[in-house]
């Protein structure tokens, strides 16, 4: 399958992307890996055709965005985000009335729609280094609370308004559940995503993004170590460093809509070129300002 999938590859011009949660086999045959941000800059470097983005629905989505020319596919079109759908335009209207000085501050695990009525995006990498650079004071920071409480608690001159949306995989994770691994491997270091409940986040050696927490354990010279977030970035970790040890919470913090992406659904929509990512060009407009936004103040 890998093969006749690299094969197609070459005969159609085109190029896939995975994020770091898709199955392992899925991120073998993917010319890019990487979160969010990562991607959302890898998008507007490509010259292929065809853009297979291997994720859930908003990645493709914003691949879409940034590439407006370009046939943008996703092998499933059922994968999708429960986050992105925990803010609604109404709450964003309604702060919008409240205060005067506002920025929406939009996670890019939302909606092109939420996206399009927003002042900017972020990523958990960029989140804490954007808000900072805002010349506004109120700051409505949608959908993810925890991700909007970690920020608030490194931009202290702020006012962070949270929304009451989450990313249920990372909220299912007690403080229990990791202070457990820490009694049974005392030598590990723990490396917490930021949405994760605060009360778990304050648990962390190091809190921060996939690629920040990939980028530590590479660069760290301890070998042993608890991973709280999902457990698909264990092959980019795993891969990349044989000789140490990686534990993991339980119940397993494993996102389905991410696994329904497959071999035989890339292959599918690959070879019909189906699921095509189509968004509405007045959203378009609108939503591109606030990923662009992200792209220039993130660098």
Same mark, same amino acid.
């Given at each position: 399958?890998?093969?006749?999938?690299?094969?197609?590859?070459?005969?159609?011009?085109?190029?896939?992307?995975?994020?770091?949660?898709?199955?392992?086999?899925?991120?073998?045959?993917? =010319?890019?890996?990487?979160?969010?941000?990562?991607?959302?800059?890898?998008?507007?470097?490509?010259?292929?055709?065809?853009?297979?983005?291997?994720?859930?629905?908003?990645?493709?989505?914003?691949?879409?965005?940034?590439?407006?020319?370009?046939?943008?596919?996703?092998?499933?079109?059922?994968? =999708?985000?429960?986050?992105?759908?925990?803010?609604?335009?109404?709450?964003?209207?309604?702060?919008?009335?409240?205060?005067?000085?506002?920025?929406?501050?939009?996670?890019?695990?939302?909606?092109?729609? %939420?996206?399009?009525?927003? =002042?900017?995006?972020?990523?958990?990498?960029?989140?804490?280094?954007?808000?900072?650079? #805002?010349?506004?004071?109120?700051?409505?920071?949608?959908? =993810?609370?925890?991700?909007?409480?970690?920020?608030?608690?490194? +931009?202290?001159?702020?006012?962070?308004?949270?929304?009451?949306?989450?990313?249920?995989?990372?909220?299912?994770?007690?403080?229990?559940? +990791?202070?457990? #691994?820490?009694?049974?491997?005392?030598?590990?270091?723990? #490396?917490?995503?930021?949405?994760?409940?605060?009360?778990?986040?304050?648990?962390?050696?190091?809190?921060?993004?996939?690629?920040?927490?990939?980028n530590y354990v590479n660069k760290s010279?301890?070998?042993?170590?608890?991973?709280?977030?999902?457990?698909?970035?264990?092959?980019?970790?795993?891969?990349?460093?044989?000789?140490?040890?990686?534990?993991?919470?339980?119940?397993?913090?494993?996102?389905?809509?991410?696994?329904?992406?497959?071999?035989?659904?890339?292959?599918?929509?690959?070879?019909?070129?189906?699921?095509?990512?189509? %968004?509405?060009?007045? %959203?378009?407009?609108?939503?591109i300002k606030p990923l662009k936004k992200? #792209?220039?103040?993130?660098?």
């Open positions: 399958m890998k093969d006749e999938i690299n094969k197609l590859k070459k005969e159609k011009n085109a190029v896939i992307l995975a994020h770091y949660y898709t199955r392992n086999e899925v991120q073998e045959v993917a =010319d890019y890996i990487g979160d969010s941000y990562y991607l959302s800059e890898k998008a507007q470097e490509l010259k292929e055709d065809i853009i297979i983005m291997c994720g859930v629905y908003f990645m493709g989505e914003s691949v879409k965005l940034l590439n407006p020319n370009k046939k943008i596919l996703i092998p499933d079109m059922n994968s =999708d985000c429960p986050m992105a759908h925990m803010v609604t335009l109404k709450q964003i209207d309604e702060m919008r009335k409240k205060y005067d000085d506002l920025a929406v501050v939009c996670y890019v695990n939302s909606t092109a729609e %939420i996206k399009s009525k927003s =002042d900017i995006c972020v990523t958990s990498a960029n989140a804490v280094k954007i808000v900072e650079k #805002l010349e506004n004071r109120n700051v409505f920071f949608i959908p =993810d609370k925890h991700l909007g409480s970690y920020v608030a608690t490194k +931009v202290k001159d702020k006012n962070i308004i949270l929304n009451d949306g989450y990313c249920p995989i990372h909220h299912t994770l007690l403080k229990e559940d +990791v202070e457990l #691994l820490k009694e049974r491997y005392p030598q590990a270091k723990v #490396l917490i995503h930021p949405e994760c409940r605060d009360e778990v986040v304050q648990l962390g050696d190091f809190v921060g993004s996939t690629s920040g927490i990939i010279e301890n070998s042993e170590f608890i991973i709280c977030t999902e457990l698909g970035i264990l092959y980019e970790l795993e891969s990349g460093n044989p000789d140490k040890k990686f534990y993991y919470p339980e119940p397993k913090m494993e996102c389905l809509d991410m696994k329904k992406i497959t071999l035989d659904n890339i292959y599918k929509t690959l070879s019909e070129e189906d699921n095509e990512i189509i %968004i509405e060009s007045n %959203i378009q407009v609108e939503a992200m #792209l220039q103040l993130g660098r």
